[in-house]
């Protein structure tokens, strides 16, 4: 990519320092670009908690960083269900109990794709409730010990933000009349997105020091679409995603790098930079206005506030 500003093969783990003495919180570290994102931070010295829903898998996955890392690597687990609010309060206060610090709070999990309209306890379409709503209720019950860090919040998001139905469908948040898995996966990122970015504007406004950073992993090799897409869809990507993706561990630099690195600005959108941004190089992406637009994300705010039943003022 022609100016890359982390130079001709974008950015890499290897431009980062150490990482000692700083902690990140990261949701959905089980397998994909959490894990791989995990093993990277860890890598570098840092501290890591993970917040995931699954007990077994936690274990398999802790297990796993420290036959790599050793028996001292830092790597803990709260767990926390995004599908469950009340999971989500749970999960926070723990983090508020036992973590002191929290230089990064990664918000990674997600759920993609599902084929049929789910709707979660709390009464949220199931994308929409896991990947934004949770998360944004996380960020509003972590944010104090994140701005008494000097941290950062970076939210993933995905190229699908911009394609489709790009608004959010206040009128019909569920997609109670017409379901479709696509739009409904598409509408839960351009809503993390959004909100990420109102963030940034509302920190600034305010006059706090909080770093709201956005990234996408581009197409990688994960297990994403495995629980929840319908078996075409699964089949289709287990078949395409050898030749246009790239591997779980390069899905997870935009993220670290959102994390930990120095010179990221803010408005901006980082992930791989080559074939529409699905893979290759990472750097600055192409952002779409949609993720911008003010109106919009000022009613998804309001909205956010109702249905997580919390009130964030800035
Ligand atoms: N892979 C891609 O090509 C691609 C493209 C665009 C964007 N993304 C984004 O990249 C991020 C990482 O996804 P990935 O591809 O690495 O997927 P992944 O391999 O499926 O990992 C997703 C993680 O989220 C966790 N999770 C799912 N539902 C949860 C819940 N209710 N509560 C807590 N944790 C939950 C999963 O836990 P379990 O192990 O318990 O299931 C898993 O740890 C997501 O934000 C996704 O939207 C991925």
Known sequence: MKNNKFGPTGWTPEQLGSLAGKTYVI??????????????????????????????????????LKQEYGSDAAVTFIRMDLAVLESVREAAAEALETVARIDGLICNAAIAQVAKQEITVDGFESQLGVNHFAHFLLCRLLFQRIEESKGRIVVVGSNAYKMGLKKIQFDDLNFDKKYS???????????????????????????????????????????LLQDTASAFNKVLWSVL??????????????????????????????????????????????????????????????VSEEKTSTSWEL
């Open 27 to 64: 949701t959905g570290a089980t397998a994909g670009a959490g894990f791989e994102a995990t093993r990277i931070l860890l890598s570098k010295g840092a501290r890591v908690v993970m917040l995931n829903r699954n007990a077994e898998k936690s274990a398999a996955a802790i297990n796993a």
């Open 181 to 223: 898995a696509w739009n409904a996966y598409a509408q839960s990122k351009l809503a993390q997105m959004m909100f990420a970015y109102e963030l940034q504007r509302r920190i600034q406004a305010s006059g706090k020091q909080v770093v709201v950073q956005v990234c996408h992993p581009g197409a990688s090799r994960t297990n």
């Open 241 to 302: 995603s050898r030749f246009i993706a790239q591997s779980a561990e390069r899905g997870s630099w935009p993220e670290v790098m959102c994390a930990a690195d120095e010179r990221v600005e803010s408005q901006s959108l980082y992930g791989p930079t080559k074939r529409a941004d699905t893979v290759g190089p990472v750097g600055k992406c192409q952002l779409d206005e949609v993720a911008l637009d003010r109106d919009m994300a000022a009613q998804l705010w309001t």
